[in-house]
Each structure stands twice: as C-alpha cells, then as structure tokens.
C-alpha cells in the first residue's frame, strides 16, 4: 500500500470550510435564484393580464365607435409605462366576423412590428421570448367579444433589477467566504495550537525522559481527553520507574550484603583450608604409618601362609623320619641280639626306601614352595631394562613351555608385530606369560582337550596392551573378585598354592608400573587385560 500524503490540520480545516460553505452558499443563491425569476415572471404575468385587460375594456367604446384615430391617440398615453412596448388593437368584423386590425401603440424608437392575428390562440397565455413578453386577450362588450388586444412588455426592466440582485448576491457570496475564512481560521487555530502544545509535551517527555512533566488541561472535549489518558501513562510510566529504582537499589543492598558474605565465607574457607592442610599433613603421616602397618600385616598373612603350606610337607617328613628312626633303633636291637635275619633286614629296608621317599618327596615340595615364595617376595624391579622384540620373546617363551604342554592339543595364538620391539623387563613378562599359560592349562582345560589360549600385543603411544584370553571353564564372580590375593586356590593340596596370580599381579603393577584387570564368566573362559608403560622401539632388530 503507498504511504498516505501528509497533510496538515490547519490546511484540511480551511479547505473543508471553504468547500462547505462556497457550496451551500453557491447552493442557497442558484435555489433562490430560480425561485425569484419564477415569482417575477408570474407577478408580470398577472400584471400583463389585468394591464391588458384595462386598455381592452377602455379601447371597446373606440371598437363600438369604428373610431381608430381616437384609439391611437388614447394609447399614446401609455408613453409614461417604459415596458410597454407595442400594442395592436384588433376589431372583429361584425358582418363577416373577421379579425382586423384596428389600431396600435409603439414605444418612441421601437419599430412597428406584423399583425398577430394569425397567433391568436397561440398568445391567448403570456408568452415568454428572450427580451420581451407577449399576450392577446380578447375585448368584450355586454357579453360579446368585439376585439382582441395584443400587448407586448419589455423584460429589460425586469432583467435589469435581477442582475442588480445577482451582483448583491455576488457581494454577500464573497463576504460570507470572507467570513468564513476567518473563522476556518480561528477555528484551525483552536484545534492546532492545543495540539501543537501537547506536541511539545510529548516531544520533551521523549527527548528528556522527564516523566514528571504532566500536559495541560484541554479546553477542547477530545483533546482533554488526550492530554488526561498522556497524564495516566505518564503516571504509570513514573511509578513503574520509580519501583524499578527502588529494585535496583535493594538488588544493590543485597548484591553488597552478597558481597560481604562471600568475602567472610572466603576468609572461612581460608582458615578452614589451612586447617585442612595441616589435617591433610597429619593424614599423610597416619597414611605412611597405615602403608607400613598394612606391609607388616600382609608380611604376617605371608608369613601364616607360608607356615600354612610348608608346615604339611615338613610333617610329612618329621613322621617318615620318626618311623625311619623307630625301625632303625628295632633292626638295631635285633642286632644286639644276634636276632638278625634276612627278612629282618629285608623290612627294614623296604621300609626304610619307603620312608626316605617320603621324607624325600616332602622335603622337595617343601624347598620347592619356599622357591616360589622367595619369586614373590624378591623386589622384581631391580632388573635391568632391555631392548627386544616381542615376538621372538613370546616364541622363547612357548619354547621352555613346551616339555609342559607337548601331553596336550591346546592351541595358543600370537598375534602381535613381528617388528615390534620394546625396552622393556623381560623377566617379569616372563613369569606373568609362564603364570598366566599354566593357569589356563591347569585349571581353565582342566577337561578340555582341545582349548584356545589368545595373546594380543599392541603398542599405544609409550604403552603395551596385552589381552590374554583362553576359552576354559574361567571362574565365578567370588574367585575373580580375589584372584589376586595370595593363597587363593582351587587345588589346595593337589599342587595349587595360590601365588600364582598373585606373583601375576604384584610383577605387573610393582616390576612393570603397569595395570592388570580381570574379566571371567563360568564356563566362558576368562580375558586379563594388561597395560605396562614401555619403550618402544621402531628400528627392527
Ligand atoms: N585360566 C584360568 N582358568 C580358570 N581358573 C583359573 C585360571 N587361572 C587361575 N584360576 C583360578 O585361580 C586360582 C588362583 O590361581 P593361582 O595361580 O594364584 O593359584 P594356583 O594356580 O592354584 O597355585 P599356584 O599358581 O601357586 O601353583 C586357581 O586355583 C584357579 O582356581
Ligand atoms: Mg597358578
């Protein structure tokens, strides 16, 4: 839609004015106008009439008479009336009843003009032509029609007097705009200026932001209300501004107030930070006392348990040897007594042989458990480092293992670089791959033939990852939970002391610095998850 033109008050308010009033008044003139004609015309009408009427009944005693000379000269007499300007007198012929003409007036400068009696009936009413008027009315004596008169009057008097009013009208036509005008203009000026001040008003309440200012009372209804419903929104405006200043400045009591808290709870927290450090200080040195304490209880459950396991091969042999030395002192007294016989000695030899195996047997499973207690407790990260590729170690590994697996089918997969080298400790990555291998075939195939065992070696950054799995019976969620700790076996005396794992765990995150985790289902196998930090090296050996 194209924007309206602009267009001010004061030029809307003259021009409708002036349109109204120029109309109506143009308006009021034309009706009256016509109607003043109208009214002149009849009131000549009428006049003709009876004007007519007058000289016919004075012409009819010269129409009785026969007598046109007297006729002319009487209508001479109307030389005093300047409208009339040409009469005719007619006389109707009382032998053959024709219509003659009889006699007539001219005005003095007015030429004669042709008889009418050919238009008798057509001016019989008053005829109207452009600068005169015509009439024939008929002359009557004793009830007889003797004659006609035909009467022609001049319209310029007639003329004359409505232009003169015209012209008046004309007068009071312009006076009245004039008049007019000025009151569009006082009346432009009572309706602008109100406006124009509440202009000024609402400019300065826009340009300041002073909403105290209030507009003036209005004299005009419309614009009262105007400047009243401003006044309302000023005072709103005001009121909703002053709460405003009044939340602001609580907002800034509270924020201050905040302000305090925090700086004092600061000065709390300080205080209680040092505090806290020296408690954290005192921690420190309970937590080195509780380390030392706890060192010295698991060297006490070592110690228990080591008593625990040797204590039965020891027993074993003290009563195969409290045997050997009984029938030692019975062969000897037999001897004394020079009782021996060969099935003595035969006896006592058989039995001796049994009983030095047995004592025998004990004391190897004795010195043999005390070897692997000295692996775990030995300090595993006194060996130096060294570089060598992974997969040739693992093949060495699987090697020396060999004479323990060759009564078996199980399969173990490498897959790991064939280039992958790493300076690492090779003897602790030995006895966890050993531990972890014998484990598998041990108790994971305990009645499997066939089983798997996968070994996954990946270099991540500065770390080997080892994913060793088998697919064996694995282990309950109790026996996983505490696969680690020492003494923990299924095969209490069949063999199993229950270091294993725990020499496994202690190599990995002691020897290695590494990490060791444990995931097993029953029946599904079980998965050790390894990371140690190493070197590794790019250059193939
Ligand atoms: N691969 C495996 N599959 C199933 N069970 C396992 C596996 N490895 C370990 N275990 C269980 O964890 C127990 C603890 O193992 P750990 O190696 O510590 O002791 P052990 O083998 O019984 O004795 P040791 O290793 O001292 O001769 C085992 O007795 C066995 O029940
Ligand atoms: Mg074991």
Redesign the pocket.
């Known amino acids: 839609m194209p924007p309206k033109a602009m267009s001010s008050i004061r030029s809307n308010v003259i021009f409708m004015v002036l349109v109204i009033s120029t109309v109506s008044l143009i308006l009021a003139f034309v009706i009256n106008g016509v109607f003043e004609v109208k009214q002149q015309k009849s009131t000549l009408a009428s006049q003709a009439k009876s004007f007519a009427d007058i000289i016919g009944f004075s012409a009819s005693t010269n129409l009785l008479f026969g007598d046109p000379v007297s006729e002319n000269a009487r209508l001479t007499t109307l030389e005093i009336d300047k409208n009339i300007e040409n009469i005719h007198i007619y006389r109707i012929n009382e032998e053959n009843g024709k219509v003659e003409f009889f006699a007539s007036y001219n005005k003095v400068n007015t030429p004669p003009i042709p008889t009418k009696i050919n238009k008798l009936k057509e001016l019989s009413d008053v005829t109207y032509s452009d600068n005169y008027l015509e009439l024939i009315r008929g002359i009557n004596f004793e009830g007889n029609e003797i004659g006609y008169i035909y009467v022609r009057f001049s319209l310029a008097q007639l003329k004359e007097q409505l232009y003169s009013t015209l012209y008046l009208k004309l007068l009071v036509l312009l006076i009245s705009l004039g008049i007019a005008l000025v009151l569009a203009l006082r009346l432009q000026n009572s309706l602008t200026k109100p406006i124009k001040e509440l202009v000024e008003v609402f400019k300065y309440v826009s340009k300041e932001k002073d909403y105290s200012v209030r507009a003036p009372k209005q004299s005009l209804i419309e614009l009262n209300a105007l400047s009243t419903s401003f006044n309302t929104m000023l005072d709103r405006i005001q009121a909703y501004l002053e709460k405003q200043a009044e939340a602001e400045k609580q907002i800034r009591k509270l924020n201050q107030s905040l302000e305090d808290k925090v700086g004092q709870r600061t000065d709390a927290l300080k205080d209680a930070n040092v505090e806290l450090m020296s408690t954290l200080e005192t921690l420190h040195q309970y937590q080195n006392q509780l380390v030392e304490t706890e060192k010295m209880a698991s060297l006490g459950d070592m110690v228990a348990g080591i008593a625990h396991e040797v204590n039965t091969p020891i027993g074993l042999g003290v009563t195969a040897s409290t045997l050997l030395m009984d029938r030692i002192k019975d062969i000897r007294e037999v001897l004394d007594n020079k009782k021996l016989t060969a099935g003595h000695l035969d006896r006592f030899l058989t039995e001796g042989h049994e009983n030095l195996n047995i004592i025998y047997r004990n004391l190897n499973r004795a010195a043999e458990l005390i070897s692997?207690f000295k692996q775990v407790a030995v300090d595993q990260s006194s060996e130096n480092d060294r570089v060598f590729l992974l997969s040739e170690f693992l093949k060495d590994v699987l090697l020396s293992l060999r004479p323990k697996l060759k009564h078996h089918e199980h399969i173990i997969n490498v897959e790991c670089d064939e280039k992958l080298t790493i300076e690492s400790k090779p003897g602790p990555l030995n006895q966890i791959f050993i531990?972890?291998i014998?484990?598998?075939v041990?108790?994971?195939f305990e009645f499997i033939e066939k089983g798997t065992i996968t070994i996954s070696m990946e270099a991540t950054g500065n770390r080997l990852k080892i994913l060793y799995r088998?697919n064996?019976?694995?282990?309950n969620e109790q026996?996983r939970k505490k696969?680690f700790d020492p003494f923990?076996?299924?095969?209490r005396g069949e063999?199993?002391?229950?270091?294993?794992?725990?020499l496994v765990y202690n190599l990995v995150t002691q020897a290695l610095g590494g990490n060791i985790t444990v995931a097993?289902e029953e029946g599904k196998g079980?998965e050790f998850d390894i990371s140690i930090p190493v070197n590794v090296k790019k250059v193939v050996v």
């Open positions: 692997s531990n972890l014998m484990n598998s041990i108790h994971g088998d064996g019976k694995g282990v026996l696969i923990v076996t299924t095969k063999g199993g002391s229950g270091l294993g794992m725990h097993s079980i």
